[in-house]
């Protein structure tokens, strides 16, 4: 047995201590970004006892256990407060697995590439006048995190918006599930959700040479058949201080329009939970919320690991037995996750009051975020599980490959939107394939803009 160094006492005062003193460099035994340029292996940024949700719960707790409302009292500190209230009030239960350790499972390839080409170069990300990130030439930030080392709220928001999927495009098919508050099916859908990056790729190009925006976003929905056809397209400026135009396909109407701002903040399509806020904590350009600060550093559970290696050739998790509003879910350890808050300045009309994201360190992916009514009271809480899509199938030796072909895709394997008020919830999941749509990796980005990603698009869309 080694001898302990770093127990639980040592994480909580390391890094009160270094909020205090204003020196937030990620990880403990060396700067993360150092580690990820030289090896890769978090071990070498993190103690052992860092990782091992045995310390962390004083023997209470080992890989291969489930968390129940009977043992969460010992796992509380390492829970979010959602998760922590859907376990002891909804019977919820999850199972604790071993820790990812090797960071290259933690990033898309070609992003983790692009992150090791900037930390060669001592490229970093760099706020210029207007608030907005650029690189060291001054010009829009091309690509990979433009903060590895993340010392503030606000570079924590820049990494997580600008580019949610960590790929240049992302073409997802969706299912989702609406519960209701005693646990009854209410609501079936399945839909296309694609995101396009501009700028800030992987590759360091402009897309189309559209240098003016960084992303467009598109939704269609393909079934139930009440809400076929409905789509909506958000085109997001480079300047993220501006609110993304937002226009919408509704087939009885017939033609598209554009939405207001505070179309954000309600459901896009009846029974569901989540708003166009929510998705990937950033739902909104970073800059159109503000007063963003960090609330604590800490060791957390989360779903860091993907949850894929279970699901089924549709990569449907499994629902939890008599309890159908929750997946089967896996957590393990982060060794340092930043929680933080920002409140929404830009939107005088938002029914949300702010969010509370927490956010792995070693990549800057959240895992959860929380978000708050006017009173303060919790709200809803998106919950996320990224990860690489590999495990299960026929051999157990499934593999699902991204853009370059090569190496293992990596992405979401679920969503759940718990609304803690009405106790509703959305559960969704990443699926091969839906109702006349399917995810795709290896993908024509110009197909996938032509087809998605305008409002001609939507009309085609709408009434094909």
């Not at 310390?55 to 009977?70: F, V």
């Not at 907005?132 to 010392?151: C, H, R, T």
């Not at 918006?161 to 969706?174: L, T, V």
């Not at 699902?400 to 992405?411: E, H, M, N």
Request: hydrophobic share 35%; aromatic share 12%; net charge positive.
């Amino acid at each position: 047995m080694h001898p302990i160094r770093f127990d639980r006492g040592y994480s909580r005062r390391h890094f009160i201590e270094q909020m205090g003193r204003g020196v937030l460099a990620t990880g403990v035994l060396a700067p993360l970004g150092e580690v990820l340029a030289a090896t890769g292996s978090i071990e070498k940024a993190y103690p052992d006892e860092l990782l091992s949700v045995e310390m962390q719960t004083k023997g209470k707790l080992k890989p291969g256990d489930y968390i129940t409302k009977d043992n969460v009292e010992s796992a509380k500190h390492l829970l979010d407060p959602s998760v922590y209230d859907q376990i002891v009030n909804e019977g919820r239960r999850i199972k604790i697995r071993a820790p990812t350790t090797d960071m290259r499972k933690l990033f898309n390839n070609s992003y983790y590439q692009a992150m090791q080409e900037n930390l060669a170069s001592n490229r970093t990300g760099k706020f210029g006048a207007d608030g907005n990130v650029y690189d060291d030439a001054g010009k829009p930030w091309g690509g990979g995190l433009p903060f590895s080392n993340p010392k503030d709220g606000k570079e924590v928001w820049c990494n997580m918006a600008m580019s949610w999927g960590r790929a240049d495009a992302n073409c997802y098919a969706i299912q989702q599930w609406d519960y209701g508050s005693t646990g009854k099916l209410e609501y079936r859908y399945d839909f296309q959700w694609v995101e396009l990056q501009m700028q800030a790729r992987t590759d360091k190009k402009v897309f189309r040479n559209m240098t003016n925006e960084i992303r467009r976003q598109a939704v269609f929905f393909a079934s139930s058949q009440d809400v076929r056809g409905t789509s909506f397209l958000s085109n997001w400026a480079y300047d993220q201080r501006k609110v993304p135009d937002l226009y919408g396909y509704l087939p009885e109407f017939r033609r598209v329009r554009q939405f207001p701002a505070n179309q954000r903040f309600e459901p896009l399509i009846p029974g569901s939970t989540w708003f166009l806020t929510d998705p990937w904590a950033a739902g909104d350009p970073f800059l159109t919320w503000g007063n963003h600060k960090i609330i604590e550093r800490k060791p957390m559970l989360g779903a860091f690991g993907g949850n894929f290696a279970h699901t089924d050739d549709n990569w449907q998790p499994p629902e939890q037995k008599n309890n159908p509003k929750f997946w089967e879910s896996e957590f393990e350890m982060s060794p340092e996750v930043i929680v933080t808050e920002c409140e929404p300045t830009g939107y005088p009309r938002s029914p949300v009051s702010r969010k509370r994201a927490y956010v792995d360190a070693r990549n800057s992916v959240p895992f959860g975020c929380m978000r708050y009514d006017r009173q303060g009271k919790l709200w809803a809480n998106f919950e996320m599980a990224f990860g690489q899509k590999v495990g299960g199938g026929k051999n157990g030796n499934r593999v699902i490959l991204s853009a370059d072909g090569k190496t293992p895709a990596w992405s979401w394997t679920y969503v759940m939107i718990y609304d803690h008020q009405n106790k509703r919830m959305s559960r969704t999941h990443q699926a091969r394939t839906g109702t006349g749509i399917e995810s795709r990796f290896q993908v024509d980005e110009n197909w996938l803009f032509d087809t998605y990603c305008t409002q001609q698009a939507l009309q085609s869309l709408g009434r094909a």
